[in-house]
């Protein structure tokens, strides 16, 4: 039985325990509503959530223990010499007898005992789920007429029903700390493994970049180099390419918008330029790979120089494209957020307009634009897709922008794709890299925001 | 400056020839200044420009394609030469060997062994795809001649739309002279003609870009839109709800807060290691589904959804609450019943927007293994899935010419999505917006 049947049903008993609950309460009183405590739809919701909710959470738990409780059960039933083994092994085994329950082709021929292994978990599994069900739906009935029995006018229902919503919006508001919990824990518990086998300090200051571990031991170049220089050097190369592109001319659009344009340019051409900030990252990477790249190279050709067709300018250029909207846009906010009272003042000592926004409009909004230009900045070293499709594998170590480099964000998604075991070296260096990055962009996004926020306050 | 002393006191002397000269200088800085911004913004748009019109100019030769039309001889040597007309045998038949044998039969002075191959070259290698189907459809055909259309070889295809250039070198080539004479024959006989490509919008994808389509993608994406939907929408809007209605200011919130505008900045490739980690490995959830994709999006999207909820509740004003709160509605009531639905429409265009957003979104899906090939219409949200930007990625990355415009194509669907997005979304602002 499908798991989404079960929710449906829990579904359907907390529908039926609402109009229970209601024409019960309507019924203590003989109609006179007045009487009960609460409304009388708060007690429908009262029992809606008790014949919903506890079934609910049992089901959630149950799904959480389920996997391993079975696998424990499944691996006892094998012969003892063959569980008797590494801990590694047993993982391989684990998931062979697994793959022979799902029907898929395991990693070695079967013997009889694996085959009955499968079948004794397939059977647990079923029996798993028919029992899960069944004790959901017990659960979820013997609760509704529990919560029904107790329906008495002095019944404080809606207090209990508003206690329990509060406590779901507090979940609810909890699941963005636990995001970012989340994503520290897996990348720090992942880097520090990675950490354990390639020393932190080789990471950060090593300029040799080549993750390929061979598959045999015997392999010749089977010490692949962790050194992670290059890549944090070409990162800042095409981030700084992309600030140079976006900067200006994001920052002189926003003047332009928001200190000459006449409002009919302004609100045609500010709604052009949001379309830029919702392209998708793929579709600039696409223009980037196929157009722009060929195009530099072409431009270099005819200059003499030698551009690699996965050139960092390319790249840069065109992430530079993809943030002028992020900088013109915060930048237009915190300059129109300037008092006029500031330009007026300029105008009545003579300045033109020009100069009032250089000398004095400017530096008033400069923390502003400094949180934006820094946001911004952030966001080029997160951009993948664009480095992706167009920049290249090779980790050299260069600035210069007509040569190929990697960026941290390529060599994340290059080394985790397709199925990998997790104990590679090759593979947990991606979390070392998924670390670095993330603390960066966390340090650039907290300055820019604090930056941002006390400036705003300031003038309000 | 030249001054001159009046009264006493010094002051500029506004006829003199240096001041003028200054004067207009400032003027012409004043100007350029102003050229400057015009040329910014011309820059940025010309950009837009570039962009969408070259994926416009390369995608648009995908809607329509190159088809081949031929009578065929269904010869039962070929597809059942033991008669036993059953199924296996029907389905495994070389049906590209009766397409074949229906172009030769049309060059019949083609003889060499060598020239055959090239005619056969014409043909794609899924043309006899059709074909199967009606066989498998009604046996009974087989002995007699049937019409049937098929693509033709997509190195042909890209050909006649001029993306390939005619090649006489030896081998070098994708396209030989010979080939080239061949076409134009068959094309004067009416057999190669032009029909709409319905194969981009009806298949799944392929390794022959002449078969490939989105349709298995564009489920993908529907599908990990839902998850991303249920998700969001309603955890978004409870925090938000909590946070502008209910929650204390204390340091506590003020935290929560910091924390929601931080994972709004935090790289989107930074949330696929978070689903690699905890949703793959942690909770073995399924690789490439949608599930997942969707709960990864959905993390990813909350801050927005979060950030748009609270102001669309901070534009409600006061006096509706405490008018509600005054005739004895309880905090909750007054939120569920007038808060929240005056905020409803500002709430919805904030999700909308989201939801574009991570439409479009690709780093974090290749992180949760959605990069697989999938050569099936995903039919639930546990199956491995492709998304359209996804496919997108996957088709840009392919050598052949014929994958360039297709993934064009897809690019034109995935912004018309978006367009059409946005467009709900303002016309949702523009019918509801509310001024108190």
New interface residues.
């Given amino acids: 039985m499908p798991l989404s049947f079960l929710f449906a049903v829990l579904l359907l008993l907390s529908i039926v325990g609402y109009q229970l609950g209601r024409n019960r309460a309507v019924a203590t009183v003989d109609g006179k509503i007045s009487r009960l405590h609460s409304v009388p739809s708060y007690y429908g919701f009262y029992v809606a959530l008790w014949a919903g909710l506890p079934a609910f959470l049992i089901t959630i738990l149950w799904l959480?223990l389920q996997?391993s409780i079975v696998d424990a059960l499944v691996m006892n039933s094998l012969p003892a010499a063959m569980t008797n083994v590494s801990a590694q092994e047993l993982t391989l085994l684990r998931a062979d007898v697994q793959n022979l329950a799902a029907g898929v082709g395991a990693s070695r021929t079967p013997d009889p005992s694996m085959l009955n292994a499968a079948a004794y978990y397939l059977e647990l599994r079923s029996i798993a789920r028919w029992a899960m069900t069944g004790l959901a739906v017990v659960i979820a009935l013997l609760a509704l007429s529990a919560a029904r029995t107790r329906i008495k006018p002095a019944l404080r229902a809606?207090n209990q029903v508003?206690r329990t919503?509060?406590v779901?919006?507090?979940l609810?508001?909890?699941?963005?700390?636990m995001?970012?919990i989340?994503?520290v824990m897996?990348?720090l518990?992942?880097a520090l493994r990675f950490f354990g086998r390639v020393s932190l300090f080789d990471f950060l200051t090593g300029l040799q970049w080549s993750p390929q571990t061979a598959m045999r031991s015997d392999q010749t170049g089977a010490v692949g180099a962790f050194g992670a220089v290059p890549l944090f050097l070409g990162t800042m190369l095409i981030a700084v390419i992309a600030m140079l592109v976006a900067v200006?001319?994001?920052?002189?659009?926003a003047?332009?918008?928001s200190e000459?344009a006449p409002l009919r340019v302004r609100s045609t051409?500010k709604p052009?330029?949001e379309?830029?900030a919702?392209?998708?990252?793929?579709?600039?990477?696409?223009?980037a790979?196929?157009?722009m790249a060929p195009f530099i190279r072409d431009v270099g050709l005819a200059l003499g120089l030698s551009v690699s067709s996965e050139s960092a300018l390319a790249a840069g250029l065109v992430m530079g494209?993809m943030i002028?909207?992020f900088v013109?846009s915060l930048a237009d906010d915190v300059i129109n957020a300037v008092p006029q009272s500031l330009r007026d003042g300029s105008y009545g000592l003579g300045a033109?307009?020009?100069?009032t926004?250089?000398q004095v409009i400017l530096p008033a909004a400069l923390p502003g634009v400094v949180g934006g230009v820094l946001?911004g900045f952030?966001?080029a070293?997160?951009?993948?897709?664009i480095v992706?499709?167009a920049a290249g594998l090779s980790a050299n170590l260069t600035i210069n922008p007509l040569q190929a480099v990697t960026t941290v964000?390529v060599q994340?998604?290059s080394l985790?794709?397709?199925?990998q075991e997790?104990d590679s070296p090759k593979t947990l260096s991606?979390?070392g890299l998924?670390l670095v990055?993330?603390f960066v962009?966390?340090c650039l996004?907290?300055v820019a925001?604090r930056v941002v926020q006390k400036y705003r306050e300031k003038y309000d | 400056m030249t001054n001159v002393i009046a009264n006493g006191r010094i002051v500029a002397d506004y006829r003199s020839a240096n001041y003028t000269k200054q004067l207009k200088a400032?003027?012409q800085?004043?100007r350029?200044?102003?050229y400057?911004?015009?040329?910014?913004?011309a820059?940025?748009?010309s950009?837009?420009a570039?962009?969408v019109g070259?994926?416009v100019l390369?995608g648009y030769t995908a809607f329509y394609d190159t088809e081949i039309t031929m009578t065929v001889m269904l010869d039962p040597q070929l597809i059942d030469p033991a008669g036993t007309r059953d199924s296996w045998t029907l389905r495994s038949a070389d049906y590209q060997a009766v397409m074949r044998a229906g172009l030769y039969e049309r060059f019949p002075t083609v003889t060499g062994r060598d020239e055959r191959r090239q005619l056969a070259a014409m043909l794609s290698p899924v043309s006899a795809e059709d074909l199967q189907h009606i066989v498998l459809a009604n046996p009974s055909l087989i002995g007699t001649k049937v019409t049937v259309s098929a693509p033709i070889a997509s190195d042909i295809d890209q050909y006649i739309k001029g993306n390939i250039p005619h090649t006489t070198g030896e081998g070098g080539g994708r396209v030989s002279e010979q080939q080239g004479k061949w076409l134009e024959a068959l094309s004067q006989d009416g057999v190669v003609h032009r029909a709409f490509n319905w194969r981009l919008f009806a298949n799944v994808d392929s390794q022959q870009p002449e078969s490939a389509g989105i349709l298995g993608a564009v489920v993908g994406s529907l599908l990990t839109m839902m998850v991303t939907l249920c998700m969001s929408v309603?955890?978004?809007t409870?925090?938000a709800?909590?946070?502008e209605e209910?929650?204390p200011k204390n340091r506590w919130t003020d935290?929560?807060e910091?924390?929601?505008?931080?994972?709004a900045?935090?790289?989107?490739?930074?949330?696929g290691?978070?689903g690699?980690?905890?949703f793959l490995?942690?909770?073995?959830l399924p690789?490439s589904a949608p599930l997942v994709g969707g709960i990864v999006l959905a993390?990813m999207t909350?801050?927005i959804i979060?950030i748009a909820a609270r102001s669309a509740l901070k534009a409600v004003p006061p006096s509706i609450r405490e008018a509600a709160l005054g005739i004895g509605a309880?905090?909750?009531q007054v939120v569920t019943h007038h808060v929240l639905p005056l905020a409803a429409p500002g709430i919805m265009t904030g999700t909308i927007i989201g939801m574009?957003?991570a439409?479009?979104?690709?780093?974090p899906l290749?992180?949760i293994?959605m990069?697989?090939f999938v050569g099936d219409v995903p039919g639930g949200v546990t199956d491995p899935a492709s998304v359209l930007?996804?496919q997108?990625?996957k088709w840009?990355?392919q050598p052949e010419r014929g994958f360039?415009e297709r993934?064009?194509a897809a690019?034109m669907i995935?912004?018309a999505f978006?367009v059409f997005m946005?467009a709900i979304a303002i016309y949702f602002r523009k019918k509801f917006e509310r001024r108190w």
Avoid: Q, W
């Fill in positions: 959480v996997g809606r508003e919503v509060n779901f919006l507090i609810c508001s909890l699941v963005a700390i995001t970012t989340g994503i897996s990348l518990f992942e200006p001319v994001g920052l002189m659009s003047i332009y918008m000459y051409v052009l330029l379309i830029l919702g392209i998708p990252t793929v579709v600039y990477g696409f223009f790979a196929l157009t494209i002028i909207p013109s033109t307009k020009s100069e926004i250089r946001l952030s966001r070293i997160g951009e993948t897709m992706v499709m964000t994340i998604a985790i794709k397709g199925d997790f991606v979390f998924g990055l993330f962009t966390l996004n907290l925001l | 400032r003027y800085a004043e350029r200044f102003m400057y911004g015009i040329a910014a913004i820059v940025a748009l950009m837009l570039i962009l070259s994926v390369k309603p955890i978004g409870a925090a709800v909590y946070l209910f929650a935290l929560i910091v924390n929601i505008n931080n994972l900045a935090v790289p989107s490739i930074v949330f290691l978070l690699l980690a905890v490995n942690f909770l073995g690789r993390l909350l801050p979060i309880s905090p909750l574009a957003h439409l479009g979104e690709t780093a290749l992180m293994g990069v697989a930007p996804v997108i990625y840009a990355a360039v993934t064009s690019i995935l912004l978006l946005n």
